[in-house]
């Protein structure tokens, strides 16, 4: 009510004055036409008269001039009219005339004096009078003058009137505007804020969750609000959570857990994390800019934990628009939504890229590590380009970690084997992990790259090494004993070499339980029935099937299509039952190898598909795009059963977000014995997937396993990954390397590589930084001139 009396008051004043000052304007010069109009009707009527009188006063016919001036006395608002002599004398006058006029008026003698017609407004007995003296002649002489005289009070009478009409009017007006302002109050924001008001009490009181949707002008408040409640709805979830597992003494990890745990361990230190994938890519898209989140188990799995820390995360730049995102230091807080960390992006050029990414990594490492019978290509060219790019990111990183006194680093996969040995040789203070998240081969296999002793130096340069697996742990450690002069101290699963210690580990990587979609934070998402999903894939199945990967021959997606063809083939009563989904995102696709992938997994699907088809079903649905976890999860969720059939893996993350989807404890997870994840999911059924018939057989038995195993098998497996989320995999991994002893303390002088002068905290030219070592509580390093 305050709101609606303020603003009405204003609007009142504002129109009241404006009003007011127009009506002033208005009567004013309607009196003024009034007074104009009155002059020019006296001084005619003067003239006219005075033609009549001058003859009579040339004859001194002083009789005739009374009775001239008498008879125009009878003419409306006229007062009368008088003669005057030379001197100013009245001669004749219109009877009471002389009683009104009193004295002469100024008018006449200045008519007598002067020989001009003049007119005047004077007040006579309190009254208002206009006087028109016009001069009497003979001749060129002046006989005298003639007055005519008018009754004024009606122009005053008139202006009255119209002052009154104009307070009538503006007395309406502010009663329309009155009731329009609140009616308009009451619609446009009484209305949506007390909804808003209702719906913010509801939510405090833990009634409703959601969002909250008042359009027009209250649009961005509400989007605001909607975002602040949902940070307030996780945090209650959070912290209910917390007390739930307090109070069960449980010891499950949370992203608020990890969160503390996290800022403990670290100490004002701050976590950098390194990955050629960026969690997020900027895209022109119809005639926006919008970000997409790749494909990625390594992003899926790296998200939270910077979501949790605030880090920042160093990774190659790859959308198209990406370089517009950023500021002159490459950086963009993400996710774009939500910002909770800082995204620093490396550029890489085309050449680059093909030798680095595509080239020694992928042609390389990635077939080396995974002995899934596509042979490894090395060329000099690649490894080239291979240490130039993990140069590349080595001084973006010690760029970053300038201003840091011990900063703790994470890198990130088979990438960069090269950079913990460069960034601890500029910083020895730094705790350096990588992870490696693919498989490690055995030390036969891993001789056949000709740089295997440059890539095991640079690996060696690390406090800490990471796996998904202790046999990948075991096959880095014997590769490194047949390949390099050091010492393995096996009751530490570590390396020693020149008295730096290198602890090996394996960290089992998994997924975040507690949240539904990465992009978006904990989200509700609405039940969609398995018919819907089939149905708007244009099939009709009793029972579904689903897979989900990036499009790699590690994944065996063709063994997985002739395992669902062998079992259509040994139990034909599924024929026109069974729909297999299969969710496949394209990957490096400029690798020939990935290329002719994609037209084998097409071409299977089609020939299998051909084969068994019917007009209303097929056995096997292709969606061959990137999908978002939102998009994928109904799939996960309503499946019987979920394929997991790589060649090798080193995890597979597939598997885990199956499990972690199946609230209902329902689905059965068909899972590769060469995937890391089937060392936890035992309860999986567990396939050998060169083995087509193996396969066929797995499926017939999750089609039919009793509800009631199913049920314990899916619980026992969800108890696992709940407990083994990933921020237990981040703390176990950033809890141990927070904990390694460095063996230098931060360095006196730290010189800063010539490529960041005029960065962030960097002086121009290639100046360096100075940590005051004996001054305690300083422990942020001050810039100082290189050499000085
Ligand atoms: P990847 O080989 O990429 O990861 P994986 O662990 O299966 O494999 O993770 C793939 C991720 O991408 C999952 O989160 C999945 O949901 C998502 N994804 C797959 N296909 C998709 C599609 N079509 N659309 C959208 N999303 C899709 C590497 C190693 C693994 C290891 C992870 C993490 O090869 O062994 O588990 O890193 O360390």
Redesign the pocket.
């Known amino acids: 009510m305050r709101l609606t009396s303020r603003l009405s008051a204003s609007l009142i004043l504002g129109v009241a004055v404006v009003s007011l000052a127009f009506a002033f304007y208005q009567i004013r010069a309607q009196t003024l036409g009034m007074r104009r109009d009155l002059e020019q009707h006296a001084l005619m009527q003067g003239d006219s008269l005075a033609r009549a009188a001058e003859p009579l006063l040339a004859e001194n016919a002083y009789f005739e001039l009374q009775q001239l001036v008498e008879r125009f006395k009878d003419r409306e608002t006229v007062a009368g009219a008088a003669a005057y002599d030379a001197a100013g004398r009245q001669l004749a006058a219109s009877t009471g005339l002389a009683v009104l006029l009193g004295r002469t008026p100024p008018s006449v003698f200045q008519a007598v004096r002067k020989g001009w017609t003049s007119g005047e407004f004077l007040s006579a007995e309190g009254q208002p009078i206009h006087v028109a003296a016009v001069p009497l002649r003979s001749g060129v002489t002046i006989d005298g003058a003639l007055a005519i005289v008018h009754d004024a009070a009606y122009i005053d009478t008139r202006t009255a009137a119209l002052w009154r009409r104009a307070l009538l009017g503006l007395a309406v007006q502010t009663i329309v505007i009155f009731a329009i302002t609140l009616l308009s109050v009451r619609f446009s924001v009484r209305r949506p804020v007390r909804h808003m008001t209702q719906w913010l009490h509801d939510l405090r009181s833990g009634k409703i969750a959601g969002t909250v949707t008042p359009a027009g002008d209250f649009e961005p408040l509400a989007r605001e609000v909607t975002q602040l409640a949902t940070s307030l709805t996780a945090a209650r979830a959070a912290a209910q959570e917390e007390a739930r597992l307090r109070d069960t003494a449980q010891a499950t990890w949370t992203t608020e857990r990890l969160k503390v745990f996290v800022e403990g361990r670290l100490g004002g230190s701050r976590l950098f994390a390194v990955s050629n994938r960026e969690p997020y890519e900027h895209y022109h898209k119809s005639g926006g800019i919008e970000s997409v989140m790749p494909?990625?188990?390594?992003?899926?799995?790296m998200e939270p934990i910077l979501r949790a820390c605030d880090g920042t995360w160093i990774a190659q730049g790859t959308g198209d628009a990406d370089r517009e995102t950023v500021d002159e230091f490459d950086h963009v807080r993400v996710p774009p939504d939500h910002p909770q960390y800082t995204l620093r992006r490396v550029w890489l050029t085309p050449e680059e890229e093909r030798g680095f990414y595509y080239g020694f990594a992928n042609e390389g490492i990635w077939p080396l590590c995974h002995i899934a019978h596509t042979r490894p290509l090395f060329r000099a060219e690649d490894w080239r380009h291979y240490r130039d790019v993990n140069r590349k990111f080595a001084m973006a990183l010690l760029e970053e970690i300038a201003p840091e006194s011990s900063p703790v680093i994470l890198l990130q996969?088979y990438h960069f084997a090269l950079l913990p040995a460069m960034i601890k040789e500029q910083r020895p203070d730094a705790r350096v992990a990588i992870?490696w998240?693919?498989?490690w081969p055995n030390p036969e296999a891993f001789a056949i790259c000709p740089w295997q002793r440059e890539l095991l130096d640079g690996l060696l340069g690390a406090d800490l090494i990471g796996f998904?697996i202790q046999a990948h742990c075991n096959n880095f450690l014997n590769t490194v004993d047949r390949t390099l002069e050091t010492r393995i101290e096996w009751e530490h699963f570590a390396v020693n070499r020149g008295g730096h210690l290198t602890q090996v580990r394996p960290y089992p990587?998994s997924?975040a339980t507690d949240r539904v979609d990465s992009a978006d934070g904990p989200t509700e998402l609405p039940h969609i029935e398995r018919s819907a999903l089939l149905e708007r894939l244009g099939v009709r199945a009793s029972y579904m099937g689903v897979g989900?990967?990036?499009i790699?021959y590690?994944?065996g997606i063709p063994e997985r299509f002739r395992g669902i063809e062998a079992f259509l083939e040994n139990c034909p009563s599924y024929r026109g039952q069974l729909t297999f989904i299969q969710?496949?995102?394209p990957?490096r696709t400029e690798i020939p190898r990935y290329h002719d992938l994609i037209r084998e997994v097409e071409s299977e699907a089609e020939r299998i598909n051909r084969r068994f088809q019917t007009s209303e079903w097929k056995p096997i649905v292709l969606?061959k795009?990137?999908?978002?976890?939102r998009?994928?999860l109904p799939y996960y969720r309503t499946a019987d059963f979920c394929l997991?059939t790589?060649l090798h893996?080193?995890?597979?993350?597939?598997?885990k977000?199956f499990v972690a989807a199946r609230e209902d404890d329902h689905g059965v997870l068909i899972l590769s014995r060469f995937?890391?994840?089937c060392h936890e999911l035992t309860d999986a059924l567990i396939v050998n997937p060169y083995d087509t018939g193996e396969l066929a057989d797995s499926i017939r038995r999750a089609l039919e396993m009793a509800p009631r195993e199913c049920r314990e098998r899916m619980r026992r497996m969800r108890a696992v990954v709940r407990e083994r989320n990933i921020y237990r995999w981040a703390a176990n991994l950033i809890g141990e390397l927070c904990a390694v002893r460095t063996e230098a303390e931060p360095p006196l002088v730290r010189t800063i590589p010539e490529p960041f002068a005029g960065r962030p905290g960097i002086l121009p030219g290639g100046k360096s930084m100075e940590t005051p070592r004996d001054d305690a509580a300083q422990s942020r390093p001050t810039w100082v001139a290189k050499g000085a």
């Open positions: 494909a990625s188990g390594l992003v899926t799995a996969d992870f998240h693919i498989p998904h990587i997924v989900v990967d990036r790699d590690t994944k969710i496949a995102s990957s969606l795009r990137q999908h978002s976890h998009e994928i997991v790589s893996d080193g995890m597979n993350l597939v598997a977000e995937t890391g994840a």
